[in-house]
C-alpha cells in the first residue's frame, strides 16, 4: 500500500498541468454602469425609457435546465411589481431564434423578451452561469447580480432586494 | 459421478432454487411513485424502468434483466439516486472441458464423438440494489455509494466515493474515485468449493474531462484495481490429459486454479463531437486494459446519435473488443494432479474458462429513444453480440453468439 | 509495467493543454446542452451493456469505479 500512496502522488502532481488560470474573472460587478441596451444591437423591442425604473436584466437560453424554471417565477414578478415599476428585459443568447421561439411558446410571458444574436452583450457582461440576473436602479446600476437559479431561495431574494430597490 | 485421488470432480449441476418475490423492488417502486407525485414542473428528475432480454444461441445463456431507477434533486446541493436490478439467469455453460472428439481414452468408442464444448444447465436469479448522494458546493462535487448483490451462490458488498472539481469555468473536471467491493463466494452441490470463499477488490480511477470547443468533450481516466482472494470460477473444470477418462463424454474434471491475486491497469479516452449541419453527435473510445493474468486487451467503441424531428433520437453503434490470453489458459492440460507417480509437471495455476482466451467480440446494433411526451420517452434497442477465438486451438463451439433486446421508458417529473 | 502506466499517465495529463483548447464561455454551451451530448445519455442502458460485457471478456471497466461485483465472471 505505501507504494501505491507514492504513486498516486506522482499522478496528482502530473495532473496539476491541467490546472490552466480560471478565465472569466472580469465580469460585469455590483455598483458598475450596466451597457446601454437600446445601443446593444439586440433583436426584439427593447423598453424605451428606463431611465428612473428598477430594471431586471436576465441573460438566458432555451437549453439551459434552471430558465424553465425562472420564467414562471419571472413572470409572477412582473404582475406583482409590475404596477409598481419594476421592467423585466429577459435576453437570450440563442443562436437558433426557432429554439428561442419555441421554448417562448411552451414558457409564454408578458414582460419584454429579446435576443442578444450575436452574443455581443452577454460576452461584454461576461456572466458567470447561464441563467444570470443583474438587478439595476433608477441610475442603471448595477445592484444586485444572480448567477444561476436556485428555486424559492432565488424568488425570495429576488423579492426582498426588489422590495428594497422600489421602496427608494 | 466420477472422482479422481484426492481432487474432487464435478457432479451433474443442480438447478438453484426460483428466487421469491422481493420486498426491495416493491419498496423502491413505492417510493419512486411517492416521489413522482410531488412536482410536474419541468425538471431533471426522473424515475427509469428497462427490460433487457440476453439471448445466447443454440441453447446457452439467457438472462432477462430488469432494472429501475430514481434520480431526485431533493436540495439544490442534494441528488439522491437509487437503483434495483433483478437478474433472471438460465441456460447451458462451458463446465471447462474441451469436445469429447479431442479426449484421449483407453477404451475403443464408435465414432462419431461431438466436436461441440460440453456444457451444464445452471440457473439462478440475482438481486443487486446501488444508492448514492450526489453533494454540490460550487465547483466540487462528491458522490458516496453503496451497492449490494445478492445470487444463490454470491454475495457482494460495495462501497464508492467520487469527486470531481470543476474548473476554468466548467471547461475541466478533474476526477478521483475509489471504491471497494467485499465478495463471498457461496458453495453448493455444483460448485468445486465446499467452504465460503471470499474476494476483495480495490479500484482507484483518476481521470479528467476537457472541453475541446464549444462542440467537443474529451475525457481521460486512469483505473488500478487489485482483487484478492477467491478469484476462480467455482464451476468450471479443467481437463487432465493423463488422469484416465470413461466415457469422453461425461468427462472427468480438476477444479480450476487461477492466483489469488490480480492488479489491473486501465486506460480509457473518449471523444464527444456535436456536428450541428447533420443534427447529430457522435462518440468514439478506445480503452487499453493490462492484468498480472497476462491479459492485454484493446476496446473500441463508436456510436452516432442522430436527432430525427423534435423527439426522435436513433443511435447505431458498433464496438469491437480483442483479448490476448491469460498466462495459465489452456484447453487441456498434460499430467494427473492425482497421480504421486507422474513426473509431469503441474503448472501452478490452470483454467480452462474460455472467457479467459485469446479472442475477440464485435458488437453491433441500435437504439431508438423517442420523447412521446414533455413527460416521457422510449426506448427500445437491438444488439448483437458475437465472440470468436483467435488461438485456433479453443473449440469455436465454445463461445457464445447473443441477441440482446432492450425496452425501456424514462419519467421526468 | 506499475512504472510505465505511470509515465503514460503523465503524459497524458501533459498533452491535454496542449490540444489546442478553445475556452467555452458559459453562454457558449448550446450544444453541449443538447441530449445528444449528455457523457452517459443512457446509464441504465449503459450499465447493462458493460455488465454483459464483463461477464463474457476478461477485461472490465475504465469508465467509472463503483456499482458493486456479482458472480457473472
Known amino acids: 500500500m505505501p507504494t501505491l500512496r507514492l504513486d498516486l502522488l506522482a499522478l496528482m502532481a502530473s495532473l496539476c498541468s491541467l490546472l490552466g488560470s480560471n478565465a472569466g474573472a472580469g465580469g460585469l460587478k455590483t455598483g458598475d454602469t450596466f451597457p446601454d441596451l437600446q445601443a446593444a444591437g439586440l433583436e426584439g423591442h427593447c423598453p424605451a425609457d428606463l431611465k428612473g425604473k428598477t430594471v431586471l436584466v436576465d441573460f ?44 417562448l411558446k411552451k414558457n409564454p410571458v408578458s414582460f419584454a423578451v429579446l435576443r442578444d444574436a450575436a452574443q455581443k452583450l452577454v460576452a461584454r457582461v461576461d456572466v458567470a452561469a447561464m441563467p444570470s440576473s443583474f438587478l439595476l436602479d433608477g441610475q442603471g446600476k448595477v445592484r444586485f447580480i444572480h448567477t444561476g437559479f436556485h428555486g424559492a431561495e432565488t424568488r425570495k431574494e429576488y423579492e426582498r432586494q426588489i422590495e428594497s430597490l422600489l421602496g427608494k | 459421478m466420477n472422482r479422481a485421488g484426492t481432487q474432487a470432480l464435478k457432479p451433474e449441476p443442480q438447478p438453484a432454487e426460483p428466487g421469491c418475490q422481493h420486498p426491495a423492488a416493491a419498496l423502491a417502486l413505492a417510493a419512486a411513485l411517492y416521489l413522482m407525485q410531488l412536482n410536474r414542473a419541468a425538471s431533471q428528475d426522473h424515475f427509469d424502468y428497462r427490460f433487457e432480454n440476453y439471448q445466447e444461441d443454440n441453447g446457452r445463456m439467457g438472462v432477462q434483466t430488469q432494472t429501475w431507477l430514481f434520480e431526485k434533486t431533493v436540495k439544490p446541493w442534494l441528488t439522491l439516486r437509487g437503483q434495483v436490478v433483478y437478474d433472471a ?45 450526489a453533494l454540490n458546493y460550487g465547483p466540487h462535487h462528491l458522490t458516496p455509494q453503496f451497492s449490494y448483490s445478492s445470487e444463490h451462490d454470491y454475495l457482494s458488498y460495495g462501497a464508492a466515493l467520487n469527486y470531481s472539481l470543476d474548473l476554468n469555468e466548467k471547461n475541466t473536471s478533474l476526477n478521483l474515485g475509489w471504491a471497494h467491493d467485499w465478495d463471498s463466494i457461496l458453495p453448493n452441490g455444483a460448485t468445486y468449493i465446499f467452504t465460503k470463499q471470499h474476494k476483495n477488490t480495490d479500484d482507484i480511477l483518476i481521470g479528467a474531462s476537457q472541453l475541446l470547443g464549444p462542440n467537443t468533450v474529451l475525457t481521460f481516466d486512469f483505473t488500478f484495481r487489485n482483487s484478492s482472494g477467491y478469484l476462480s470460477d467455482p464451476y468450471r473444470g479443467v481437463l487432465f ?90 484447453t487441456q492440460f498434460a499430467g494427473d494432479p492425482s497421480n504421486p507417480y507422474d513426473t509431469t509437471r503441474i503448472p501452478a495455476y490452470y483454467s480452462a474458462d474460455y472467457r479467459l482466451s485469446h479472442m475477440e467480440t464485435f458488437t453491433y446494433g441500435a437504439e431508438v429513444s423517442a420523447r412521446v411526451l414533455s413527460w416521457l420517452t422510449l426506448n427500445l434497442g437491438f444488439k448483437r453480440y458475437e465472440m470468436m477465438g483467435l488461438d485456433g486451438v479453443t473449440s469455436p463451439s465454445a463461445y457464445a453468439h447473443a441477441s440482446i433486446l432492450t425496452v425501456g421508458s424514462r419519467v421526468w417529473f | 509495467m506499475r512504472m510505465k502506466f505511470i509515465l503514460l499517465l503523465a503524459l497524458a495529463s501533459g498533452c491535454i493543454p496542449m490540444t489546442g483548447c478553445q475556452h467555452v464561455k458559459p453562454w457558449q454551451r448550446g450544444a453541449l446542452a443538447d441530449p445528444i451530448m449528455t457523457a452517459d445519455l443512457d446509464p441504465v442502458g449503459t450499465q447493462q451493456a458493460e455488465h454483459v460485457f464483463f461477464s463474457r471478456e476478461a477485461a472490465s471497466g475504465g469508465r467509472g469505479v463503483g456499482g458493486g461485483g456479482c458472480g457473472c465472471n
Open chain 2, 89 to 133: 439467469i438460465s441456460g447451458n455453460t462451458p463446465i471447462g472441458s474441451p469436445p469429447p472428439s479431442q479426449i484421449k481414452s483407453p477404451f475403443p468408442l464408435p465414432p462419431p464423438l461431438s466436436t461441440s464444448v460440453p456444457t451444464a444447465f445452471l440457473r439462478d436469479n440475482r438481486w443487486a440494489g446501488e444508492f448514492e448522494a
Open chain 2, 241 to 330: 490429459d493423463d488422469y484416465p477418462q470413461g466415457d469422453p463424454n461425461h468427462p472427468s474434471l480438476f477444479a480450476e486454479r487461477r492466483p489469488d491475486y490480480r492488479e489491473c491497469y486501465i486506460a480509457y479516452a473518449s471523444v464527444m463531437q456535436y456536428i450541428k449541419a447533420l443534427r447529430g453527435s457522435a462518440e468514439g473510445s478506445y480503452r487499453f486494459y493490462a492484468d498480472t493474468f497476462g491479459i492485454f486487451a484493446h476496446t473500441v467503441g463508436v456510436a452516432w446519435h442522430q436527432k430525427i424531428g423534435p423527439r426522435l433520437v436513433i443511435s447505431p453503434l458498433f464496438r469491437y473488443y480483442e483479448q490476448s490470453a491469460a498466462d495459465f489458459y489452456g
Open chain 1, 60 to 103: 438566458w437560453a432555451s437549453w439551459c435546465g434552471p430558465c424553465k424554471q425562472s420564467f414562471p417565477v419571472m413572470e409572477e414578478l412582473h404582475k406583482q411589481y409590475g404596477p409598481r415599476g419594476l421592467v423585466i428585459i429577459a435576453i437570450s443568447v440563442d443562436q437558433n431564434k426557432r429554439d428561442m421561439a419555441d421554448f
